[in-house]
């Protein structure tokens, strides 16, 4: 009988463990209240939103450079002016893009362009080629690397929606 509760407890603490790693080192959700907010408002899913903010800048904030690819979206100066006068950011500057909220922001307004209910390539292909063209293989491998980061979200952070 004791050695049936220390396998129970056992394997409850490698779960416990697994969760907590996948959750808070793998797949953290460092701005969920943004992801909510604004997969709410532009009516994309909060778990694609997750996986693209994860994937595109692992969660951490870069700062400003106007040689390369900024904020949590990675866009030029030009496409963030461009989605800015679409979105009527009001005194919008490309350093702007920087922030994590215009960032996810930027990023869920792309992701509602897409062709949502089709599948997830058409529902995110705004997104993936936002800064140039892209061929359909790499389209294609972008969207199903988002599928299985979204899968990983929904587990780690059931409670997103």
């Not at 797949?27 to 907010?37: G, H, R, S, T």
């Not at 089709?118 to 061929?135: A, G, Y």
Request: aromatic letters at 12%; glycine letters at 4%.
């Amino acid at each position: 009988m004791r050695k049936i509760f220390t396998s129970i407890f056992i394997i409850l603490l490698v779960v416990g463990i697994t969760f907590t790693i996948g959750s808070k080192v793998l797949y953290p959700l460092k701005y969920k209240d943004y992801v909510k907010q604004y997969s709410s408002k532009y009516k994309v899913d909060p778990y694609i939103l997750a996986s693209l903010v994860h994937e595109e800048s692992t969660y951490r904030d870069n700062e400003y450079d106007s040689s390369r690819l900024n904020g949590i979206p990675k866009v030029t100066d030009e496409v963030a002016l461009k989605l800015s006068k679409e979105m009527k950011l009001k005194d919008f500057k490309p350093e702007d893009i920087a922030d994590p909220k215009i960032g996810i922001e930027m990023t869920a307004y792309l992701l509602s362009k897409g062709e949502s209910g089709i599948n997830l390539t058409e529902s995110i292909k705004p997104f993936i080629i936002r800064n140039k063209d892209k061929s359909k293989n790499e389209i294609d491998n972008y969207s199903n690397h988002i599928l299985r980061c979204k899968a990983w979200y929904r587990i780690f952070h059931f409670r997103l929606v």
